[in-house]
């Protein structure tokens, strides 16, 4: 395989991992499945994590078969990058290595629901297109706890900043691991 063939392999199944990612935080956070973007992604990605569902039953809001599906896809990634010889074929490393990509991968995907939910409130507050209401709903309930422990004071929420605060403490120590795990940042999705 070359090394563009790899490039090419390695851009799709980052793409399907982040569509599964995708399904994993939908249900998380518990968006309106009649939006016609959440029913497409669902439809383009949930077949595997179907599957897998049958054996492993979500746990409340968690879907850990999305998740797991996530880090296999990311696991045949890393085994088509050990079998063009850029990496060395370990597969206990390989698992360890899809698990941090697929965490560093939603901390950069929540990270920019979260901006683009404060984008929204400012710029398009009132307006129901399906995916601005998609990102209005996941910024939410992402807000939602730190709203619990911190009010909003004179029409000003501050909830966002703690939200931000959390997420790169999160971040930052997952990317300390990864990278002391040997993590090739270079094929991490996450980065």
């Known amino acids: 395989m070359s090394e563009a063939t790899l490039f090419l392999f390695k851009a ?19 968006v309106d499945y009649y939006n016609p973007l959440v029913q497409g992604i669902i439809k383009a990605v949930d077949l595997p994590s179907q599957f897998l569902r049958s054996f492993i039953k979500p746990f409340r809001n968690l879907d850990f078969a999305s998740f797991l599906v996530a880090i296999f896809i ?46 929204v409130s400012f710029v398009a507050g009132t307006n129901f297109h399906p995916a601005i209401v998609l990102i209005r709903q996941m910024s939410d309930q992402m807000f939602k706890p730190f709203r619990l422990l911190l009010p909003p004071m004179g029409g000003l929420d501050f909830s966002p900043i703690f939200a931000f605060i959390a997420l790169n403490f999160l971040q930052v120590l997952f990317v300390q691991f990864a990278i002391e795990s040997g993590l090739p940042v270079w094929l991490s999705v996450g980065f």
Do not use: C, E, H
Request: charged fraction near 10%.
């Open 74 to 119: 990311q696991a045949g990634a890393f085994y088509a990058a050990a079998m063009t010889g850029s990496i060395d074929y370990v597969p206990s490393k390989i698992l360890v290595w899809s698990a941090y990509s697929v965490m560093l991968l939603t901390f950069k995907m929540v990270w920019w629901i979260l901006l683009g939910g404060i984008i």
């Open 12 to 30: 799709l199944m980052d793409i399907f991992t982040i569509g599964v990612v995708f399904n994993f935080l939908f249900r998380l956070l518990k």
